[in-house]
């Protein structure tokens, strides 16, 4: 940030502290990395191999081979219809994105920068009900949604993933709480309402966060299985979502058929949250000059 | 028209639930009729033609079984058969992937957003009656079960009497697969053998005692129960006798000390199918599900027979199994009951019985089929038959698996100090009540 | 807690005041709630408020009528079912499920809360235009009143729908599920062939009471116990470690930050569920890591050491407890730093700068720096969502579940119990549930670790929830 400073510091420092320390920083960097990518690159070499069940021997697969790829992709059968789990996923994770990241800004707006009788409170309460075990409530939304008639669809599972989500409204409560009060009022006494504040000042000065709020709120719906599996009744695979499905290849009778099929789904389904994490990166490195407005 | 066999009936009362049909007179009475009602013109009394009569609009039906290519395949074949069968009727079936292994936890959830038909194992029997989720088959309209499949296969779909779910296949059971490149035919009776023949090829032998169905074998094998009670709840179970020859103390030694071997592997189905397709294992307990890998992998080498003899205090036990059926029931909560037991029936039959051997190669429940050349001359088929005499009928409460399953874990690991004591534990709570 | 005594007090007294004082048209509002809104010329928002009265008369009639009778027994008609073997028709009797009355009984009640507060607010702002109206004061047009709502009650709008969402998905399950654990709901009793009813207290006294085959008391302390550890400890590692590595990358001796960043982002872009399984079935008894460790001889070496007992063959990364409760930590590990350090990335570009540069100026060291400034900062704004996350651990599914497919325990009172020593609460509520339809004791489990779970996070968090700090870094 400062270059002068830093260029001193490099002058001054000792040559163990110039050579041998950042050789040893990008070492440590390095061997961490291959830890954390090492599974992902069994993941990546599996989709590529020639035999369908776990390789326990080598790492690399003996043969390699498109075919999951292509079974994957262009071969939908009666267990593995990727295309369909993708649509639907997709579909689902958009729309929950959107509902979820929008709850999260509202409430945490409304907790962080207004006041009101029983906010206190209500702010307790909704940290409370997130305490509750979610796997037991689990049998209970089913019923509910059957009440309302929204089990076995799509609309169902998005009002799921979107409709609680209002409770996670913290992180994001805790940032907005550091933007500057005097900013909002100076507005409040240029004529803008809090709707102004929340859509122009407030929002626009948490990118970096509500980036991180919109990651999370897409990536919901492609890890859960447990509940896709229960409000999900069809058993056609053509209704199912990417984790219901790749779940699927994975249990006892069909992993040895389908394991590196569900290898190459693994890797398919990282591509569109990876370009996702490529499009918000930008905005973090934004989040720097929005810094410089914070008083 | 095809021909019916009406097999029900008709001064009994029309009320199914209350009047548990006289087996034994029903299916005499069927068998007249089978000769009598080759008409083929309609009655007013024929039910299937008063059903097709008063059935309007499409007919939706959903049928859940096996999600392997092969099933799928088959079922989806027969269904087709089946729509051509009462063309004039406008079907919309269904055809969903569902574990037969799941089938019961899964339906349980919500028994009326479940499939109308379904296939499961025999060992849900029990607890899908007791949740009323299973139509009592108390009138069959096409075949007589009763008469056509084998008696074991009708008893794993009966309870208290009453049966309640269509026998498919006849071979849900475990026995031993063998290579015979490393384990001659004469050694494959013997458990001491063939792990000796695998230590000194440097192979390995696998079977998942660490499952209670599995883990059965050995104790019952030795002449020690594990029975359902009366009450359909729980479990009997005298694994830890001590007035008994031999007591169950001695059996439990007796896998510990077989466990102890190198080539002994306690590994569940996946992991051995991967052994053996990478050549480490000769040998495994397993079922006709694994056939086709262990084809593959073995080829012409490849041998089945019955489960081996294992040593219990100097003698040789033969082990004893689990038999096991695939059965179609059909969902009490069904809207279209009627034409869901047809299905249920038609998948069942005779014919299309045959029809899931030659695609699966699970060996089918039907009497005649079972007589087959195709039948008999199937490795692991003929290897389930040897295997029948000391088989017996999965009858057990819903407490019997996961203590079961750890006392497997406990003996294979072999680190007990008293083997009477953890006997004690493990049947205290597989006899324990349902709570 | 005084304060709210008296604020609920005043509460009914203001609720009383309006009542009495009110003039007619406000007191004929009690009937027909728009009266009073007619009355002071608020005609459209009259028709609305009486439009939502009639609205909740309909729906309590239809739910109140049919199924709060029943709330007290749960039903007593069991499902009776006629097979006519002529026609192939099947009549079934008008039977009770034992759950839908539950069920809808409680969003009756839920819906006649909400009611009962709305009709209350109600009253009282009558009273209150009629007040002004008499004062000769401006009274709200319909428009004002919409104008209203995003800005000086914009927390109404906000709030309106996602509280309407937690509703429906958290507060009627949750009252549900609570309800349950007073039933005897089990294998026995599932609806809808056949009806539960309550019994009180018993399934309490059931998981107290302890012996070998009746372990639910036994098994449920242990498994407590290894969910706080676990709760915690996983939280702080990846909650440390997300930090330091964030710290590290974005540090500016560090070349190519981006780049590094990418290689541990990339874990994230994979489903947490498919990395999970797919480590799990590495560190399998039978899984590659266990292959190569007994090529290299490690595994005979561990063996001559006696850290893993004689002629296992593997070493029993996940299958034995130790060794496994380690395993899943370090596992999470691997799983959750790159989450942290994301979000901590964006925390650590957003620190005010001035006040670095002036920490600089002073001649502070880096070191002094990160803990005086950096660290204060992170824990304000990360602070609260170390609570979320210590909550979402204990209630941590997917990790746990899917490392231990295939864990087997040996110890008998666990497997009495259907438990084992690796099990969250969660991962044994969901095999209670899911596999054996234990439905009354998951359900007392529950509530307990709820109860539990509160308690903890009141004693030890209660700053961060009152948000009495919020002003402090404005």
Same mark, same amino acid.
């Given at each position: 940030?400062? +270059?002068?400073?830093?260029?001193?510091?490099?002058?001054?420092?000792?040559?163990?502290?110039?050579?041998?320390?950042?050789?040893?920083?990008?070492?440590?960097?390095?061997?961490?990395?291959?830890?954390?990518?090492?599974?992902?690159?069994?993941?990546?070499?599996?989709?590529?191999?020639?035999?369908?069940?776990?390789?326990?021997?080598?790492?690399?697969?003996?043969?390699?081979?498109?075919?999951?790829?292509?079974?994957?992709?262009?071969?939908?059968?009666?267990?593995?219809?990727?295309?369909?789990?993708?649509?639907?996923?997709?579909?689902?994770?958009?729309?929950?994105?959107?509902?979820?990241?929008?709850?999260?800004?509202?409430?945490?707006?409304?907790?962080?920068?207004?006041?009101?009788?029983?906010?206190?409170?209500?702010?307790?309460?909704?940290?409370?009900?997130?305490?509750?075990?979610?796997?037991?409530?689990?049998?209970?939304?089913?019923?509910?949604?059957?009440?309302?008639?929204?089990? +076995?669809?799509?609309?169902?599972?998005?009002?799921?993933?979107?409709?609680?989500?209002?409770?996670?409204?913290?992180?994001?409560?805790?940032?907005?709480?550091?933007?500057?009060?005097?900013?909002?009022?100076?507005?409040?006494?240029?004529?803008?309402?809090?709707?102004?504040?929340?859509?122009?000042?407030?929002?626009?000065?948490?990118?970096?966060?509500?980036?991180?709020?919109?990651?999370?709120?897409?990536?919901?719906?492609?890890?859960?299985?447990?509940?896709?599996?229960?409000?999900?009744?069809?058993?056609?695979?053509?209704?199912?979502?990417?984790?219901?499905?790749?779940?699927?290849?994975?249990?006892?009778?069909?992993?040895?058929?389908?394991?590196?099929?569900?290898?190459?789904?693994?890797?398919?389904?990282?591509?569109?949250?990876?370009?996702?994490?490529?499009?918000?990166?930008?905005?973090?490195?934004?989040?720097?000059?929005?810094?410089?407005?914070?008083? | 028209?095809?021909?019916?066999?009406?097999?029900?009936?008709?001064?009994?009362?029309?009320?199914?639930?209350?009047?548990?049909?006289?087996?034994?007179?029903?299916?005499?009475?069927?068998?007249?009729?089978?000769?009598?009602?080759?008409?083929?013109?309609?009655?007013?009394?024929?039910?299937?033609?008063?059903?097709?009569?008063?059935?309007?609009?499409?007919?939706?039906?959903?049928?859940?079984?096996?999600?392997?290519?092969?099933?799928?395949?088959?079922?989806?074949?027969?269904?087709?058969?089946?729509?051509?069968?009462?063309?004039?009727?406008?079907?919309?079936?269904?055809?969903?992937?569902?574990?037969?292994?799941?089938?019961?936890?899964?339906?349980?959830?919500?028994?009326?957003?479940?499939?109308?038909?379904?296939?499961?194992?025999?060992?849900?029997?029990?607890?899908?009656?007791?949740?009323?989720?299973?139509?009592?088959?108390?009138?069959?309209?096409?075949?007589?079960?009763?008469?056509?499949?084998?008696?074991?296969?009708?008893?794993?779909?009966?309870?208290?009497?009453?049966?309640?779910?269509?026998?498919?296949?006849?071979?849900?059971?475990?026995?031993?697969?063998?290579?015979?490149?490393?384990?001659?035919?004469?050694?494959?009776?013997?458990?001491?053998?063939?792990?000796?023949?695998?230590?000194?090829?440097?192979?390995?032998?696998?079977?998942?005692?660490?499952?209670?169905?599995?883990?059965?074998?050995?104790?019952?094998?030795?002449?020690?129960?594990?029975?359902?009670?009366?009450?359909?709840?729980?479990?009997?179970?005298?694994?830890?006798?001590?007035?008994?020859?031999?007591?169950?103390?001695?059996?439990?030694?007796?896998?510990?000390?077989?466990?102890?071997?190198?080539?002994?592997?306690?590994?569940?189905?996946?992991?051995?199918?991967?052994?053996?397709?990478?050549?480490?294992?000769?040998?495994?307990?397993?079922?006709?599900?694994?056939?086709?890998?262990?084809?593959?992998?073995?080829?012409?080498?490849?041998?089945?027979?019955?489960?081996?003899?294992?040593?219990?205090?100097?003698?040789?036990?033969?082990?004893?199994?689990?038999?096991?059926?695939?059965?179609?029931?059909?969902?009490?909560?069904?809207?279209?009951?009627?034409?869901?037991?047809?299905?249920?029936?038609?998948?069942?039959?005779?014919?299309?019985?045959?029809?899931?051997?030659?695609?699966?190669?699970?060996?089918?429940?039907?009497?005649?089929?079972?007589?087959?050349?195709?039948?008999?001359?199937?490795?692991?088929?003929?290897?389930?038959?040897?295997?029948?005499?000391?088989?017996?009928?999965?009858?057990?409460?819903?407490?019997?698996?996961?203590?079961?399953?750890?006392?497997?874990?406990?003996?294979?690991?072999?680190?007990?100090?008293?083997?009477?004591?953890?006997?004690?534990?493990?049947?205290?709570?597989?006899?324990?009540?349902?709570? | 807690?005084?304060?709210?005594?008296?604020?609920?007090?005043?509460?009914?007294?203001?609720?009383?005041?309006?009542?009495?004082?009110?003039?007619?048209?406000?007191?004929?509002?009690?009937?027909?709630?728009?009266?009073?809104?007619?009355?002071?010329?608020?005609?459209?928002?009259?028709?609305?408020?009486?439009?939502?009265?009639?609205?909740?008369?309909?729906?309590?009639?239809?739910?109140?009528?049919?199924?709060?009778?029943?709330?007290?027994?749960?039903?007593?008609?069991?499902?009776?079912?006629?097979?006519?073997?002529?026609?192939?028709?099947?009549?079934?009797?008008?039977?009770?499920?034992?759950?839908?009355?539950?069920?809808?009984?409680?969003?009756?009640?839920?819906?006649?809360?909400?009611?009962?507060?709305?009709?209350?607010?109600?009253?009282?702002?009558?009273?209150?235009?009629?007040?002004?109206?008499?004062?000769?004061?401006?009274?709200?047009?319909?428009?004002?009143?919409?104008?209203?709502?995003?800005?000086?009650?914009?927390?109404?709008?906000?709030?309106?729908?996602?509280?309407?969402?937690?509703?429906?998905?958290?507060?009627?399950?949750?009252?549900?599920?609570?309800?349950?654990?007073?039933?005897?709901?089990?294998?026995?009793?599932?609806?809808?062939?056949?009806?539960?009813?309550?019994?009180?207290?018993?399934?309490?006294?059931?998981?107290?009471?302890?012996?070998?085959?009746?372990?639910?008391?036994?098994?449920?302390?242990?498994?407590?116990?290894?969910?706080?550890?676990?709760?915690?400890?996983?939280?702080?590692?990846?909650?440390?470690?997300?930090?330091?590595?964030?710290?590290?990358?974005?540090?500016?001796?560090?070349?190519?930050?981006?780049?590094?960043?990418?290689?541990?982002?990339?874990?994230?872009?994979?489903?947490?569920?498919?990395?999970?399984?797919?480590?799990?079935?590495?560190?399998?008894?039978?899984?590659?890591?266990?292959?190569?460790?007994?090529?290299?001889?490690?595994?005979?070496?561990?063996?001559?050491?006696?850290?893993?007992?004689?002629?296992?063959?593997?070493?029993?990364?996940?299958?034995?407890?130790?060794?496994?409760?380690?395993?899943?930590?370090?596992?999470?590990?691997?799983?959750?730093?790159?989450?942290?350090?994301?979000?901590?990335?964006?925390?650590?570009?957003?620190?005010?700068?001035?006040?670095?540069?002036?920490?600089?100026?002073?001649?502070?060291?880096?070191?002094?720096?990160?803990?005086?400034?950096?660290?204060?900062?992170?824990?304000?704004?990360?602070?609260?969502?170390?609570?979320?996350?210590?909550?979402?651990?204990?209630?941590?599914?997917?990790?746990?579940?899917?490392?231990?497919?295939?864990?087997?325990?040996?110890?008998?009172?666990?497997?009495?119990?259907?438990?084992?020593?690796?099990?969250?609460?969660?991962?044994?509520?969901?095999?209670?549930?899911?596999?054996?339809?234990?439905?009354?004791?998951?359900?007392?489990?529950?509530?307990?670790?709820?109860?539990?779970?509160?308690?903890?996070?009141?004693?030890?968090?209660?700053?961060?929830?009152?948000?009495?700090?919020?002003?402090?870094?404005?």
């Amino acid at each position: 940030m400062d +270059n002068t400073n830093t260029e001193k510091i490099v002058i001054k420092a000792p040559v163990s502290k110039r050579i041998v320390r950042p050789i040893l920083r990008h070492v440590w960097l390095g061997f961490l990395s291959f830890i954390w990518l090492l599974p992902i690159a069994w993941l990546f070499v599996t989709s590529l191999s020639g035999y369908k069940g776990i390789n326990t021997n080598h790492f690399f697969p003996q043969t390699w081979s498109l075919a999951n790829y292509k079974q994957l992709l262009f071969q939908p059968d009666t267990v593995a219809n990727f295309p369909a789990w993708f649509k639907n996923s997709m579909i689902i994770g958009v729309f929950t994105c959107i509902i979820s990241s929008l709850f999260v800004m509202m409430t945490a707006y409304a907790f962080s920068c207004m006041r009101f009788n029983g906010r206190k409170q209500l702010m307790s309460f909704s940290i409370t009900l997130g305490m509750f075990p979610g796997v037991l409530s689990m049998i209970a939304i089913y019923f509910v949604m059957k009440m309302i008639g929204l089990t +076995n669809s799509i609309v169902g599972l998005i009002v799921i993933y979107s409709a609680g989500s209002g409770l996670g409204f913290l992180i994001l409560k805790g940032f907005f709480d550091t933007i500057s009060g005097s900013l909002r009022e100076s507005a409040k006494l240029d004529g803008a309402s809090e709707l102004t504040i929340f859509t122009k000042i407030v929002i626009p000065l948490s990118r970096p966060m509500i980036v991180y709020t919109i990651i999370n709120a897409f990536l919901t719906p492609w890890m859960d299985f447990v509940m896709a599996q229960l409000m999900i009744r069809s058993k056609d695979p053509k209704n199912w979502t990417v984790a219901m499905g790749l779940y699927n290849l994975v249990q006892k009778t069909l992993v040895g058929k389908y394991f590196s099929v569900f290898c190459a789904g693994g890797v398919m389904v990282a591509i569109p949250i990876s370009i996702l994490f490529v499009l918000m990166q930008k905005f973090y490195v934004e989040g720097i000059t929005a810094g410089g407005v914070k008083g | 028209m095809k021909k019916k066999i009406v097999s029900l009936l008709l001064a009994a009362s029309m009320v199914a639930t209350l009047g548990a049909c006289g087996s034994g007179s029903s299916s005499k009475d069927s068998s007249s009729s089978s000769a009598a009602s080759s008409d083929s013109t309609a009655k007013a009394d024929d039910p299937v033609q008063t059903l097709i009569k008063n059935t309007t609009g499409t007919v939706d039906l959903t049928l859940w079984c096996s999600e392997t290519k092969e099933y799928q395949t088959v079922m989806k074949e027969i269904v087709d058969n089946f729509k051509k069968e009462y063309s004039d009727v406008d079907f919309n079936i269904t055809i969903g992937s569902e574990s037969e292994a799941n089938t019961k936890d899964d339906l349980l959830k919500d028994v009326e957003a479940g499939a109308d038909v379904f296939a499961f194992a025999d060992d849900q029997t029990n607890e899908l009656v007791k949740a009323g989720a299973l139509q009592e088959v108390s009138t069959t309209y096409t075949y007589d079960p009763k008469e056509t499949d084998t008696d074991g296969s009708l008893e794993a779909a009966t309870i208290d009497g009453k049966v309640y779910a269509y026998p498919m296949t006849a071979s849900n059971g475990y026995f031993l697969y063998y290579d015979k490149s490393v384990i001659p035919d004469e050694d494959a009776g013997s458990l001491d053998k063939i792990l000796a023949d695998c230590e000194k090829a440097g192979k390995t032998f696998g079977m998942e005692v660490s499952n209670a169905w599995y883990l059965y074998s050995f104790f019952k094998g030795a002449g020690l129960e594990a029975n359902l009670n009366d009450d359909g709840k729980t479990t009997d179970c005298n694994w830890n006798a001590t007035d008994t020859d031999p007591t169950g103390a001695q059996v439990a030694e007796a896998i510990t000390a077989a466990a102890k071997s190198k080539a002994f592997k306690n590994l569940g189905n996946d992991d051995q199918m991967a052994a053996i397709k990478d050549g480490k294992m000769a040998a495994c307990v397993n079922g006709t599900w694994s056939s086709q890998t262990v084809s593959d992998a073995w080829g012409k080498n490849l041998g089945a027979a019955k489960l081996p003899t294992f040593t219990v205090n100097g003698k040789q036990v033969q082990m004893g199994s689990f038999s096991g059926y695939k059965l179609i029931g059909v969902n009490a909560y069904s809207k279209q009951t009627g034409w869901a037991m047809l299905l249920a029936e038609y998948i069942t039959n005779a014919e299309n019985q045959m029809k899931i051997f030659k695609a699966t190669g699970e060996g089918p429940a039907n009497k005649e089929d079972q007589q087959s050349s195709d039948v008999t001359s199937s490795p692991a088929i003929a290897a389930l038959n040897s295997q029948a005499e000391f088989a017996s009928l999965q009858r057990v409460g819903a407490n019997f698996w996961t203590p079961g399953n750890s006392l497997g874990q406990s003996l294979v690991e072999g680190k007990y100090s008293d083997a009477q004591k953890l006997l004690d534990e493990a049947v205290e709570g597989i006899t324990a009540e349902v709570k | 807690m005084e304060e709210d005594k008296i604020s609920l007090r005043q509460y009914f007294v203001k609720f009383g005041t309006a009542v009495k004082n009110g003039n007619i048209f406000t007191k004929l509002s009690l009937i027909i709630m728009g009266m009073g809104h007619w009355a002071n010329g608020q005609y459209i928002k009259g028709c609305i408020v009486t439009g939502v009265e009639a609205l909740f008369i309909w729906a309590i009639c239809l739910i109140g009528g049919t199924y709060w009778p029943k709330l007290g027994t749960l039903g007593t008609v069991q499902r009776k079912e006629q097979f006519d073997p002529l026609t192939m028709q099947k009549t079934v009797n008008n039977f009770d499920n034992s759950l839908l009355i539950l069920l809808f009984s409680i969003v009756g009640i839920v819906i006649a809360f909400f009611f009962a507060l709305y009709y209350i607010y109600n009253i009282k702002k009558i009273y209150e235009v009629q007040q002004r109206k008499e004062a000769g004061l401006h009274v709200n047009t319909f428009k004002e009143d919409c104008r209203e709502m995003i800005n000086g009650k914009f927390y109404v709008t906000l709030l309106g729908l996602p509280t309407l969402g937690v509703i429906i998905i958290n507060v009627i399950p949750i009252v549900f599920m609570t309800c349950i654990g007073f039933t005897n709901y089990d294998i026995d009793h599932q609806p809808p062939t056949y009806l539960f009813t309550w019994v009180g207290l018993k399934n309490f006294h059931t998981l107290f009471t302890s012996s070998v085959s009746d372990s639910f008391g036994y098994v449920f302390i242990r498994i407590l116990i290894w969910t706080l550890i676990w709760a915690i400890v996983a939280t702080f590692t990846t909650f440390i470690g997300g930090i330091f590595l964030a710290k590290f990358i974005n540090d500016k001796r560090t070349k190519l930050p981006a780049m590094w960043r990418t290689f541990f982002v990339i874990t994230i872009a994979i489903p947490q569920f498919v990395t999970l399984l797919l480590v799990g079935k590495m560190f399998g008894n039978n899984g590659i890591v266990n292959g190569i460790c007994s090529q290299i001889g490690l595994t005979g070496f561990l063996e001559d050491l006696g850290i893993i007992s004689k002629g296992l063959g593997y070493i029993p990364f996940l299958s034995k407890p130790g060794w496994a409760h380690v395993m899943i930590i370090l596992i999470n590990i691997w799983v959750g730093v790159p989450y942290q350090m994301l979000s901590a990335t964006g925390l650590l570009m957003n620190i005010p700068t001035d006040q670095l540069e002036a920490a600089k100026i002073d001649g502070a060291s880096e070191r002094q720096i990160f803990w005086k400034i950096t660290m204060p900062y992170i824990m304000f704004v990360m602070g609260p969502s170390l609570v979320t996350s210590i909550i979402a651990n204990i209630n941590n599914f997917n990790v746990i579940y899917l490392l231990t497919t295939d864990y087997t325990t040996t110890n008998m009172r666990f497997a009495n119990s259907h438990g084992n020593e690796v099990d969250l609460l969660i991962t044994w509520l969901f095999r209670l549930t899911n596999n054996y339809s234990n439905f009354k004791m998951a359900s007392v489990i529950g509530i307990i670790t709820f109860v539990i779970c509160v308690a903890l996070t009141l004693l030890s968090f209660s700053k961060f929830l009152q948000g009495d700090r919020e002003e402090e870094f404005q």
